[in-house]
């Protein structure tokens, strides 16, 4: 039962990243970004996806992927600099 927020907040976020990508909005991916990093879930894959399906479809600008792709090492490093804190 722990687990239902959970899940429920990780489709809300594949949802905003799934507009985030039809409309090519760089808001839209940040807001994407920052709300997974706030509720700590495994955003980066969202984001990795989305960075998929914009290279498969060419639905928004070049600058948007290079956004995301920076934005995806960024998450990367942090969740793992946090994994290391956690089991000192």
């Known amino acids: 039962?722990?687990?239902k927020?959970?899940?429920f907040i990780r489709v809300?976020?594949?949802?905003l990243a799934i507009i985030s990508?039809?409309?090519g909005s760089l808001l839209s991916l940040?807001?994407?970004s920052i709300a997974g990093l706030?509720?700590?879930?495994?955003?980066y894959e969202i984001i990795l996806w989305g960075v998929a399906l914009d290279a498969l479809f060419g639905?928004?600008?070049y600058r948007y992927t290079i956004v995301a792709a920076v934005l995806l090492?960024?998450?990367i490093v942090f969740r793992q600099r946090v994994r290391d804190t956690m089991y000192v």
């Open 12 to 15: 809300l976020l594949a949802i």
């Open 73 to 75: 090492m960024i998450a």
């Open 1 to 3: 039962m722990r687990n």
């Open 21 to 23: 990508i039809i409309c």
């Open 59 to 61: 639905v928004s600008n």
């Open 30 to 32: 940040a807001i994407v």
């Open 38 to 43: 706030a509720l700590y879930t495994y955003y």
């Open 5 to 7: 927020p959970l899940i």
